[in-house]
């Protein structure tokens, strides 16, 4: 699933405010949003009215159809899907302005409540078959596509662990082959793949901003 962090509110509230319009609809997983953006206005003493809606899908423009008649009352639509549903959104309603609420960042699952992980670059040349289903391109830590690179620690960890300070980074290679041995696969390890331009290796975690304390909190406990 593509996974998105919510923009700060002040960044949020900036673009709808540079907007002349007073009536917003606001969609996708929005009942934070509208009442966090509810209280900061009531508390500017400002009169905007927002109103929320959820489809199925902002990427399928089948399921735009059901927000033709009801966009028609608002002045500005402030969108919570990934940059393509946005871009998406504001092609269907060519005559009103849509802003992102978040920035995307990551095809990536869900960990714990608030905690996304990403395990997909979108490279677009995909060698999940022959690793065993574990993405050498964000789950190595320095973006070694053809094995390891003799920094293993014990335990199986990469030796970046010990670089910044932390215990919990592990060495892709290492379980890459820990499960095609359990697959039975390991010679699909010596398959040589063509070498690619990697950027941004390092595979990303994102807090959502109501559960940063928390997660900071327990990655220093953890340390």
């Given at each position: 699933?593509v996974?998105?962090?919510?923009?700060?509110?002040?960044?949020?509230?900036?673009?709808?405010?540079?907007?002349?319009?007073?009536?917003?609809?606001?969609?996708?997983?929005?009942?934070?949003?509208k009442?966090?953006?509810?209280?900061?206005?009531?508390?500017?003493?400002?009169?905007?009215?927002?109103?929320?809606f959820?489809?199925?899908?902002?990427?399928?423009?089948?399921?735009?159809?059901?927000?033709?008649?009801?966009?028609?009352e608002?002045?500005?639509?402030l969108?919570?899907?990934?940059?393509?549903?946005v871009q998406?959104?504001?092609?269907?309603?060519?005559?009103?302005?849509?802003?992102?609420?978040?920035?995307?960042?990551?095809?990536?699952?869900?960990?714990?409540?608030?905690?996304?992980?990403?395990?997909?670059?979108?490279?677009?040349?995909?060698?999940?078959?022959?690793?065993?289903?574990?993405?050498?391109a964000?789950?190595?830590?320095k973006?070694?596509?053809?094995?390891?690179?003799?920094?293993?620690?014990k335990?199986?960890?990469?030796?970046?662990?010990?670089?910044?300070?932390?215990?919990?980074?592990?060495c892709?290679?290492?379980?890459?082959?820990?499960?095609?041995?359990?697959?039975?696969?390991?010679?699909?390890?010596l398959?040589?793949?063509?070498?690619?331009?990697?950027?941004?290796q390092?595979?990303?975690t994102?807090v959502?901003e109501?559960?940063?304390?928390?997660?900071?909190?327990?990655?220093h406990?953890?340390s």
């Amino acid at each position: 699933m593509v996974k998105g962090k919510r923009k700060p509110l002040e960044e949020i509230k900036s673009s709808i405010d540079a907007f002349v319009g007073s009536e917003m609809c606001i969609r996708d997983r929005t009942n934070t949003l509208k009442a966090d953006l509810t209280l900061l206005y009531k508390q500017e003493k400002a009169r905007k009215g927002l109103k929320t809606f959820t489809i199925e899908r902002q990427c399928n423009m089948q399921f735009l159809v059901e927000l033709d008649e009801i966009v028609k009352e608002y002045d500005c639509l402030l969108s919570m899907a990934c940059g393509a549903g946005v871009q998406h959104l504001a092609e269907r309603f060519t005559q009103k302005p849509v802003f992102p609420a978040i920035n995307t960042v990551a095809i990536g699952v869900d960990r714990e409540i608030g905690i996304y992980e990403e395990n997909c670059r979108a490279c677009g040349e995909c060698v999940l078959a022959y690793t065993g289903g574990i993405c050498p391109a964000t789950r190595c830590a320095k973006g070694l596509f053809n094995g390891p690179c003799g920094g293993t620690i014990k335990g199986g960890l990469c030796e970046v662990s010990v670089c910044k300070g932390w215990n919990d980074i592990p060495c892709a290679w290492h379980d890459i082959y820990e499960r095609l041995k359990e697959q039975n696969r390991l010679d699909y390890i010596l398959n040589i793949q063509t070498p690619m331009q990697w950027q941004n290796q390092v595979q990303r975690t994102i807090v959502q901003e109501p559960y940063e304390s928390r997660y900071i909190q327990k990655r220093h406990s953890a340390s």
